[in-house]
């Protein structure tokens, strides 16, 4: 259930199109719903936040991913789940023929992406290195579920500056960005030096022994000589999207 549905339901109701009865029951599961012993849905969540809960696979039995995704599909046409595993989206895909499994960004999605809510005002996703991009990936598709406008700029790290100053037009026209790195992190810095648009930082795990598993990254992104930067946990890029998100949908 969203803003949206619930506004349409409660028209409905006015113009005596649907009855009270029926709006009740449809609204009888708010605020969550109950899954097993294992699970409460929170179908309230997008009234309150504007976003629809959302599967964390990591931690969950198959068959547990599946029910959930099911169970949500259920009630709004509609699925996002993130981290993946190949086992978790067969079982998700024959409970829902429809389900799309995100090989590089590990997601699984049911249902259309809509059009973006501001056509005119986009997210660039910015990746240091290839590397990076299942991380910018994620971001890039979680925000584009939302309904927000996204341009990628992939593999544009410190080690060759020239490439993202060649897409600088696009860099400092963007609301928002996202900006994945691992290794040293520093196209954090580099990027918020060059615009005036909050800057969304996500360390990767990507890097050498001295990197601790992203750890190197996530210091020097939380140490940043740039202002305007809000940084996010290692391999965030989910997190960073529902970020960036309302920045740009305010």
Same mark, same amino acid.
């Given at each position: ?49 504007g ?40 079982? $998700?895909? &024959?409970?829902?023929?429809? =389900?799309?499994?995100?090989?590089? @960004?590990? *997601?699984? /999605?049911?249902?259309e ?12 996703v ?7 991009t299942?991380?910018?990936?994620e ?14 700029l ?17 860099v ?5 960005l996202? $900006?994945? &790195?691992?290794?040293?992190? =520093?196209?954090?810095?580099?990027? @918020?030096? *060059?615009? /005036? ?51 740009v949908?305010?």
């Amino acid at each position: 259930m969203d803003t949206e549905r619930l506004a349409e339901m409660l028209r409905q109701v006015q113009g005596g199109d649907l009855s009270i009865e029926a709006a009740l029951s449809a609204l009888q599961s708010l605020p969550y719903e109950s899954v097993g012993d294992f699970a409460r849905l929170d179908h309230h969540r997008a009234i309150r936040t504007g976003m629809s809960e959302v599967i964390y696979c990591p931690g969950k039995s198959v068959d547990q991913t599946a029910q959930i995704a099911l169970r949500l599909y259920e009630r709004t046409g509609r699925v996002l789940a993130t981290r993946a595993a190949p086992e978790q989206f067969d079982a $998700v895909r &024959a409970l829902i023929p429809s =389900a799309v499994f995100h090989t590089l @960004a590990r *997601l699984i /999605s049911v249902g259309e992406f809509p059009a973006p809510k501001n056509p005119d005002r986009y997210v660039a996703v910015l990746t240091a290195g290839t590397a990076d991009t299942p991380v910018g990936e994620e971001a890039a598709l979680t925000l584009e579920w939302q309904g927000t406008r996204v341009e990628r700029l992939y593999d544009v790290g410190v080690a060759g500056l020239h490439r993202l100053l060649d897409q600088l037009p696009i860099v400092q026209g963007a609301d928002a960005l996202v $900006v994945a &790195a691992g290794m040293e992190g =520093a196209l954090v810095s580099v990027v @918020a030096g *060059l615009v /005036s648009r909050p800057v969304v930082a996500v360390p990767t795990s990507v890097g050498y022994g001295a990197a601790f598993g992203g750890v190197a990254a996530l210091l020097t992104m939380l140490n940043s000589c740039a202002g305007g930067v809000a940084v996010v946990n290692i391999d965030n890029g989910f997190g960073a999207a529902c970020y960036a998100h309302r920045i740009v949908n305010v």
